[in-house]
Nanobody, 129 residues
Framework: QLQLVESGGGLVQPGGSLRLSCTAS????????IGWFRQAPGKEREGLSC?????????YYKESMKGRFTISRDIAKNTVYLRMNNLKPEDTAVYYC?????????????????????WGQGTQVTVSS
């Protein structure tokens, strides 16, 4: 059974960068679309970015994240990354990766969380001076 583990979160100063990892076990992540989400205290979960299966190279970003966040895959490591640059205090949240419970899926531009069935446990990102 596919399981996801996020890592790479931590404390970073405003303007800094982090690269989050989402590593899969139990299945080949290349067959799946992957989404990145976050949830800040008292706020709803929001979709940040997604990448469709395999080598489709189809990616989407939340409009406000374009230019700062980059999603990518490493097939050999069965891992998807989210590179985050120029981080701001409002980026503080728990970050999650997730996949739909179906293979060969094209992710949606709106990155709705209801399309995703399998979730990791999350990794905390705190942006503060």
């Amino acid at each position: 059974q596919l399981q996801l583990v996020e890592s790479g979160g931590g404390l970073v100063q405003p303007g800094g960068s982090l690269r989050l990892s989402c590593t899969a076990s139990g299945a080949t992540l290349d067959y799946y679309a992957i989404g990145w989400f976050r949830q800040a205290p008292g706020k709803e979960r929001e979709g940040l970015s997604c990448i469709s299966y395999g080598d489709t190279n189809i990616t989407y970003y939340k409009e406000s994240m374009k230019g700062r966040f980059t999603i990518s895959r490493d097939i050999a490591k069965n891992t998807v990354y989210l590179r985050m640059n120029n981080l701001k205090p409002e980026d503080t949240a728990v970050y999650y990766c997730a996949v739909p419970d179906r293979t060969y899926y094209f992710c949606s531009a709106r990155i709705p969380d209801y399309e995703y069935d399998i979730w990791g446990q999350g990794t905390q990102v705190t942006v503060s001076s």
